[in-house]
């Protein structure tokens, strides 16, 4: 890869981190008050997580199997669990999961969405990696059956999930390790299956 090109990426995964970092929290504060999980849900997923680590729902092995990385961290960060592959900052997978209010988080996921096809639109005609960012996040979010409940690809083909009252996000590798021969630039339809699989995983065990 030239340094051209290396500039670029730098740039694209900061942004799009940047977009996604400001908004998760602003979108979660304004939806409706949170209401309890049913007892036997928030039951399933402790033992599925370890009560407290996220990390259980997926296994390492599953992460690999679906993004073709070896994975050599799975780290709990909040709600979610972090998988990291050699590449920290390129093909990394992060998986989300609230379990209580899960259609609120739901509704909050498809307002932010909507929220970053507006941010988008604004910021698709610029130069460079704004503009990439930008034509990302414009594309209109797309509904998925069968996973669950309810599920959706927004932003990144980020996959969102409602099943059971839990609700569950899955991120995909922003693109394939740098570290590795080849162009490392995933395409859409490949982060949007790799995120499937992991979904699947999950959701098996909601």
Do not use: W
Not at 9 to 15: E, N, R
Not at 29 to 46: I, K, V
Not at 114 to 121: A, L, N, R, S, T
Not at 126 to 138: I, P, Q, R, T
């Amino acid at each position: 890869m030239s340094k051209k090109s290396k500039i670029k990426t730098a740039l694209l995964c900061f942004l799009t981190l940047v977009v996604f970092g400001c908004d998760s929290g602003s979108s979660s504060e304004t939806a409706a008050p949170r209401a309890e999980t049913s007892g036997s849900t928030a039951d399933a997923l402790q033992k599925a997580t370890g009560a407290s680590d996220v990390c259980a729902l997926v296994s390492k092995e599953d992460v690999e199997a679906a993004v073709g990385e070896k994975i050599v961290r799975a780290e709990v960060k909040g709600d979610a669990c972090v998988y990291e592959t050699e590449d920290v900052m390129g093909s990394r997978v992060e998986i989300t999961v609230k379990r209580e209010d899960a259609a609120g988080e739901m509704l909050a996921a498809r307002d932010a969405a909507k929220i970053h096809g507006k941010m988008g639109g604004g910021m698709k005609d610029a130069n460079g990696a704004k503009g990439d960012v930008g034509e990302m996040l414009s594309k209109d979010s797309v509904s998925v059956s069968g996973i669950g409940d309810e599920a959706f690809f927004g932003a990144n083909e980020q996959l969102f999930v409602l099943k059971n009252n839990v609700y569950f996000a899955v991120l995909p590798p922003m693109m394939k390790s740098r570290m590795s021969s080849g162009n490392p630039v995933l395409k859409p339809e490949e982060k949007r299956a790799m995120a499937k699989v992991i979904a699947q995983k999950a959701a098996a065990k909601l």
